[in-house]
């Protein structure tokens, strides 16, 4: 602001690292190291991106075991014990190895290893300014019902769009059924296939591309901006209901990702050889124009008015009395006296590099900024596909890992040509979106249960007379009320999901969040950080007894000390105060 000439200040890709990134990593056709990734991305952009490929790649390696397995599980088809596995131990279990793997990164980066991010100021918060009676300086708030009115109208909002999203569903099973009847057992690639298949594309482009991307990503947006927290942290926002709702079916996943993944990639190619090749015709065109004799005349009419040569009083302003200086004297003998401005020669490769610098600057000056929240908006839509779905359709895994296989290394393209360069942050792992993986891994647990009690009736196959009563003629897959009633199985659910979640909780809580090996190193430096401060007050006080006992000797000799003395190690003025810091500190550390 106190600079009106500049518009923006943001930092710029540096083109060997950005080189450097595109060959080693993004377009290498061998196994990316993601160690040396993540390291190489935390020092080009900051801990804060950083942290999202790091948990990337741990999410995508905790996909391997169960993207081989549901290989296997949709050729054997125990889908039942398969839908288990995922939903229950899974999840849980995916979600302890990224907390172990956060502290891992965490102590190679030297961070605090109990701090999961970090709190920055929201630059879009108002409000008003109040005295704090207990610091006595001045704060802005902002009160807690302002807020109430926008709750309201996310909860409307969200409303209307379940219901607009139901009738959507209820149309495209009424048309899966016509087609079920109307073509009976028709296998892969038949009317019925074809049918599914295209139903469920245009089911997911209306949920990922219309509802989501038009409708609810803009409003979603704009209330977060009603909300006006004060930090960053409270800004990013979680839509739950849309998440759940979204991940009724596994056709749109597949389709509506892989969509956005050839999205992603395309868009940012065009655009970046758009730019380049705009670029290279302006270069011609300012080449062209350098070159003319004109321009030559100009710029050497320009050079001709600065003064290179040695100081001279009647020739350099500055030198003369301050009463008899001309105006503008000063500035003009600062421009002249600048040994900078020797190089400004007419040279055409010189123009043309400086040029090309410049709207390097302005094309990166407009483009987006980056904001991770898609990207884990994205991931999230896949774990919760992954918890909760995998046992209707166990290749879910699979078309997750290769998913996310391509969109690791087309965030890194995107993030390198598209994206302008992000200010690099300071954090502690993914934040507040740890919590909602938390929370969905919870919802695939109470999903598991309601899929096998209540929607696919598989707990019937385990009882006799339940079996004992099935039609194979006019079986179909679903509950049979007849064996257990809706009380009935409400019950089951609510048992079997207690005990699963007393089954997590105790596997949760017997698994470290701290690998072994990286707290041992911990107590180590802490036991020798102790010792130091310890050994510190000891010596310290040692030597202020010794100096008052040799004072005290002094004293009673009668023996006094003339000219040079030599320095004492005694305390000074500000000695207790150390000490007492010191010994706080030391208490601070015992356990």
């Known amino acids: 602001k106190s600079v009106p000439l500049i518009r923006r200040v943001f930092p710029v890709h540096d083109e060997a690292e950005t080189a450097a990134l595109m060959r080693k990593y993004i377009r290498s056709c061998g196994r990316l190291d993601a160690v040396q990734f993540g390291a190489h991305v935390k020092m080009y952009f ?149 049918s599914v298949l295209g139903g469920g ?6 949920v990922d591309v219309v509802q989501w991307e038009l409708v609810v990503k803009p409003v979603a947006q704009l209330c977060t901006q009603w909300e006006n927290w004060r930090t960053t942290e409270h800004y990013v926002t979680f839509d739950l209901q849309h998440l759940n ?3 009724l079916f596994v056709t749109p996943i597949v389709v509506a990702q892989a969509l956005n993944l050839l999205i992603q990639l395309l868009v940012p190619w065009a655009l970046r ?55 503008h004297a000063t500035a003009t003998a600062r421009l002249a006296s600048d040994s900078k401005a020797k190089d400004l020669q007419v040279d055409v490769q010189a123009w043309d590099a400086l040029h090309r610098v410049a709207r390097e600057v302005l094309f990166q000056c407009n483009q987006d900024k980056y904001d991770p929240y898609d990207d884990y908006h994205t991931a999230m839509v896949q774990f ?18 290769c998913i996310n296989a391509l969109k690791y290394r087309g965030d ?47 707990v019937e196959f385990f009882v006799p007379r339940c079996v004992a009563r099935i039609d194979l003629d006019t079986f179909r897959f679903g509950p049979s009320f007849e064996c257990f009633d809706m009380s ?29 090996s990286l707290d041992d190193q911990l107590v180590a430096a802490e036991s020798a950080f102790k010792r130091a401060l310890y050994e510190a007050d000891s010596g310290s006080t040692s030597s202020s007894t010794s100096s008052s006992t040799s004072k005290k000797k002094k004293k009673k000799g009668g023996h006094e000390t003339n000219g040079r003395t030599s320095k004492q190690g005694g305390p000074t003025e500000a000695s207790p105060l150390l000490e007492q810091s010191h010994k706080a500190l030391a208490k601070q550390w015992d356990p």
């Open 46 to 194: 900051g801990e804060r991106v950083a942290y999202y490929f790091c948990f990337l790649d741990c999410y995508n390696q905790s996909l391997v075991p169960i993207a081989i397995v549901g290989v296997l599980f949709t050729l054997s088809r125990p889908y039942l014990v398969w839908g288990f596995f995922v939903s229950v131990i899974w999840s849980f279990w995916f979600l302890k190895r990224w907390r172990r793997e956060n502290s891992a990164v965490n102590f190679t980066w030297k961070n605090d290893l109990h701090t999961q991010f970090l709190l920055y100021p929201n630059p879009h918060f108002v409000g008003t300014e109040r005295l704090n009676p207990i610091t006595n300086e001045v704060h802005v708030v902002y009160a807690w019902w302002k807020r109430v009115p926008v709750y309201l109208f996310v909860t409307v909002f969200m409303v209307v769009q379940i219901a607009i999203m139901m009738l959507f569903i209820a149309a495209w099973i009424t048309t899966y059924e016509t087609f079920q009847i109307r073509f009976p057992n028709t296998g892969f690639g038949g009317v019925q296939w074809l």
């Open 201 to 206: 594309i245009v089911f997911g482009l209306f």
């Open 245 to 247: 709702l979204e991940s």
């Open 273 to 327: 050889r758009r730019h380049v090749a705009l670029r290279k015709r302006t270069d011609h065109q300012a080449l062209a124009f350098l070159t003319t004799q004109d321009a030559r005349k100009r710029d050497a009419a320009i050079l001709a008015a600065l003064e290179y040569g040695p100081p001279d009083i009647s020739m350099h302003p500055l030198l003369l009395p301050p009463h008899s200086r001309p105006p």
């Open 384 to 401: 919760g596909f992954v918890v909760m779905f995998s046992m209707l359709w166990p290749l879910m895994p699979l078309c997750c890992f």
């Open 412 to 458: 890194g393209y995107r993030l390198c040509t598209k994206m302008q360069r992000p200010l690099p942050q300071k954090a502690g792992g993914i934040g507040e979106w740890y919590t909602m993986f938390v929370i969905l891994a919870c919802v695939g647990v109470l999903v598991y249960t309601g899929l096998v009690f209540v929607s696919t009736g598989a």
């Open 488 to 516: 009935t199985r409400l019950v089951m659910i609510l048992v079997s999901e207690n005990v699963l979640f007393v089954g997590a909780w105790l596997f949760w809580s017997s698994w470290r969040s701290v690998p072994k």
